[in-house]
Each structure stands twice: as structure tokens, then as C-alpha cells.
């Protein structure tokens, strides 16, 4: 895995600014790969079923999340 230092800090330092970050880009630029390597943060794959479910009902999600949390892809029901 390549490292992306510049990309990490920035996604980083937006947390600080806001509780949520927006990652887009175009397919296969490495945004999954970045996500998943960020440091204390949990990767959601609304592919899912299991998340999808997991995401249906938002106030009991936000309470069980211990760690930021990224999700992919962004869809209507994730």
C-alpha cells in the first residue's frame, strides 16, 4: 500500500474543523485504500446488508460509534 501522507494529514485536520469530512473523487482513485488506513477510524461498507441495517436507525448508530466513522459508497438508504 502506497502511504498518502499529504491526503491523511488533510482528512485529519478537517475532523478537528467538523465532526463530518466528505471523501469523493473519481473510481479507483484510492479513496476506499485512504479511508481504510486512516488511524482510528472505523470504515463502513454500505454494501453491506449488515451495515445498511446497521445505519436504519441513526440515533441508536451515532450512540454505539466509539471511533470516527468513514461509510462508502453513499447511497439513498446509507
Given at each position: 500500500?502506497?502511504?498518502?501522507?499529504?491526503?491523511?494529514?488533510?482528512?485529519?485536520a478537517a475532523w478537528k474543523q467538523a465532526s463530518i469530512v466528505w471523501l469523493?473523487?473519481?473510481?479507483?482513485?484510492?479513496?476506499?485504500?485512504?479511508?481504510?488506513?486512516?488511524?482510528?477510524?472505523?470504515?463502513?461498507?454500505?454494501?453491506?446488508?449488515?451495515?445498511?441495517?446497521?445505519?436504519?436507525?441513526?440515533?441508536?448508530?451515532?450512540?454505539?460509534?466509539?471511533?470516527?466513522?468513514?461509510?462508502?459508497?453513499?447511497?439513498?438508504?446509507?
Amino acid at each position: 500500500m502506497i502511504k498518502r501522507p499529504f491526503w491523511t494529514d488533510r482528512l485529519v485536520a478537517a475532523w478537528k474543523q467538523a465532526s463530518i469530512v466528505w471523501l469523493t473523487g473519481p473510481r479507483r482513485a484510492g479513496k476506499t485504500v485512504l479511508a481504510q488506513s486512516l488511524p482510528d477510524a472505523e470504515f463502513l461498507n454500505c454494501d453491506l446488508p449488515s451495515v445498511a441495517e446497521r445505519l436504519r436507525d441513526p440515533e441508536s448508530f451515532f450512540r454505539s460509534v466509539k471511533k470516527k466513522c468513514i461509510s462508502f459508497p453513499i447511497r439513498a438508504g446509507c
